[in-house]
């Protein structure tokens, strides 16, 4: 870590170069008028000023709030850059990055994406006169085949919901830049533990922090993090103007969930590797789609460009959508519900459940089958997961 940014993560000098240090540290330093260790909800829809114009550094809560530039300043530190803003949800944040375009632009993004985020870009953004070519990703010739003179923006996922892909960052980020258009990454699955998509040529990372960023279930937020001071003040400019902020108490929250990441996605980590490998190996299943395993087409890059695998996969079975049905409705330790990254495991059917919003026929041109069930695999004893999937598997499709 340079000197600067050592400096960006505590002004006071204190050791923080580890990422665990910071995920505890960065962004806060005890009040120095009450020590107290966390930061305040400052429950403050507004604040005083000495003279009018001449406000302490705040002057209305959409604008800015003491709770949110903590949470901002810390998830700006994980992802190794220099300016963090922190949104409503996570569609908030990847709306503001829509907010940079200008009808007639046009927009490549990686096929493979969280429904909400084809359907803000389809049934949304459309309507406003910008063009979106959904490619794969991951073959980087489409992605080269997709720009065009008009081409503003490349938005992409690594790993993708719900098929995990893996994209190489760095790779996409020649492409988009050589088109002189910027190149967002929706960073939600890896967190920044273990992927820090800067560092790989992009110009914007995105995450909906309700999911590990949070880790709990109990919070819904978003966040976009940058290194560029012009692309930091136009993303500020939509924040405060849109006006899709996060209440203080919501940032309380992130900031608390942000102090573990670290341990938590370790162990997530480590049981969905644990999974993967079993469910890899079960005659009910047809594939399954994780990063860690091998045998996955995107393994080596995402080796290079992840410190692990996470805690994310999806699973192919060769059953009808009724069995798959009973299979998704069957467990017990996972809870049948949309959403990841809480400390608890869940499973869902993205065809019905989070992907329902894309059209049939792209979800199949995607890969997204009636037979794929995505599980977001929580902390809790390996065990236990293994031995409710398998009842509902026996439930559900035999085997
Ligand atoms: O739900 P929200 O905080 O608005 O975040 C949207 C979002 C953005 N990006 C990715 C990669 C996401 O997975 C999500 C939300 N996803 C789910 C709710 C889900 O179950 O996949």
């Given at each position: 870590?340079?000197?600067?940014?050592?400096?960006?993560?505590?002004?006071?000098?204190?050791?923080?170069?580890?990422?665990?240090?910071?995920?505890?540290?960065?962004?806060?330093?005890?009040?120095?008028?009450?020590?107290?260790?966390?930061?305040?909800?400052?429950?403050?829809?507004?604040?005083?000023?000495?003279?009018?114009?001449?406000?302490?550094?705040?002057?209305?809560?959409?604008?800015?709030?003491?709770?949110?530039?903590?949470?901002?300043?810390?998830?700006?530190?994980?992802?190794?850059?220099?300016?963090?803003?922190?949104?409503?949800?996570?569609?908030?944040?990847i709306n503001t990055v829509l907010n940079l375009l200008e009808s007639g632009d046009h927009v490549v993004v990686g096929r493979d994406v969280y429904g909400g985020t084809h359907r803000l870009f389809t049934q949304v953004?459309?309507?406003?006169?910008?063009?979106?070519?959904?490619?794969?990703?991951?073959?980087?010739?489409?992605?080269?085949?997709?720009?065009?003179?008009?081409?503003?923006?490349?938005?992409?996922?690594?790993?993708?919901?719900?098929?995990?892909?893996?994209?190489?960052?760095?790779?996409?980020?020649?492409?988009?830049?050589?088109?002189?258009?910027?190149?967002?990454?929706?960073?939600?699955?890896?967190?920044?533990?273990?992927?820090?998509?800067?560092?790989?040529?992009?110009?914007?990372?995105?995450?909906?922090?309700?999911?590990?960023?949070?880790?709990?279930?109990?919070?819904?937020?978003?966040?976009?993090?940058?290194?560029?001071?012009?692309?930091?003040?136009?993303?500020?400019?939509?924040?405060?103007?849109?006006?899709?902020?996060?209440?203080?108490?919501?940032?309380f929250l992130v900031l608390r969930g942000t102090k573990t990441l670290p341990v938590r996605m370790d162990r997530h980590s480590?049981?969905?590797?644990?999974?993967?490998?079993?469910?890899?190996?079960?005659?009910?299943?047809?594939?399954?789609?994780?990063?860690?395993?091998?045998?996955?087409?995107?393994?080596?890059?995402?080796?290079?460009?992840?410190?692990?695998?996470?805690?994310?996969?999806?699973?192919?079975?060769?059953?009808?959508?009724?069995?798959?049905?009973?299979?998704?409705?069957?467990?017990?330790?996972?809870?049948?519900?949309?959403?990841?990254?809480?400390?608890?495991?869940?499973?869902?059917?993205?065809?019905?459940?989070?992907?329902?919003?894309?059209?049939?026929?792209?979800?199949?041109?995607?890969?997204?089958?009636?037979?794929?069930?995505?599980?977001?695999?929580?902390?809790?004893?390996?065990?236990?997961?293994?031995?409710?999937?398998?009842?509902?598997?026996?439930?559900?499709?035999?085997?």
């Amino acid at each position: 870590m340079t000197d600067d940014e050592f400096e960006r993560v505590n002004e006071d000098g204190a050791s923080v170069d580890d990422f665990a240090t910071r995920a505890i540290h960065a962004g806060w330093d005890p009040d120095p008028e009450t020590g107290a260790i966390m930061p305040p909800v400052y429950a403050s829809s507004t604040f005083a000023q000495d003279a009018p114009g001449e406000d302490r550094g705040y002057e209305y809560s959409r604008t800015g709030n003491p709770t949110r530039t903590a949470l901002e300043d810390n998830l700006a530190s994980l992802e190794g850059g220099e300016y963090g803003r922190a949104f409503a949800s996570g569609m908030a944040a990847i709306n503001t990055v829509l907010n940079l375009l200008e009808s007639g632009d046009h927009v490549v993004v990686g096929r493979d994406v969280y429904g909400g985020t084809h359907r803000l870009f389809t049934q949304v953004y459309e309507d406003y006169d910008l063009e979106f070519s959904f490619v794969d990703a991951t073959d980087l010739k489409a992605v080269e085949a997709a720009m065009t003179s008009a081409t503003e923006l490349v938005w992409i996922e690594t790993p993708t919901n719900p098929l995990m892909q893996i994209v190489d960052i760095e790779a996409v980020a020649d492409v988009a830049h050589d088109g002189d258009a910027l190149l967002a990454v929706d960073n939600t699955f890896a967190t920044p533990y273990l992927q820090r998509p800067l560092a790989h040529g992009a110009d914007i990372v995105a995450h909906s922090l309700t999911k590990y960023l949070g880790g709990h279930s109990d919070v819904v937020g978003g966040a976009l993090v940058t290194d560029d001071p012009d692309l930091d003040e136009r993303l500020g400019f939509s924040q405060n103007s849109v006006g899709a902020t996060p209440d203080p108490f919501a940032c309380f929250l992130v900031l608390r969930g942000t102090k573990t990441l670290p341990v938590r996605m370790d162990r997530h980590s480590e049981n969905a590797r644990r999974l993967a490998a079993w469910l890899d190996d079960h005659p009910a299943v047809e594939g399954v789609h994780y990063p860690g395993l091998d045998s996955h087409p995107g393994h080596d890059i995402a080796a290079a460009q992840m410190d692990d695998f996470g805690g994310m996969l999806s699973v192919e079975f060769d059953a009808t959508l009724e069995a798959v049905r009973t299979v998704v409705s069957e467990t017990e330790v996972f809870t049948l519900a949309e959403s990841l990254g809480g400390v608890e495991s869940l499973i869902e059917h993205p065809a019905t459940m989070t992907h329902a919003a894309v059209p049939a026929a792209e979800r199949r041109e995607t890969g997204i089958t009636d037979g794929l069930v995505r599980l977001s695999v929580g902390l809790e004893g390996i065990d236990d997961l293994r031995t409710d999937l398998q009842r509902a598997i026996e439930a559900g499709i035999g085997g």
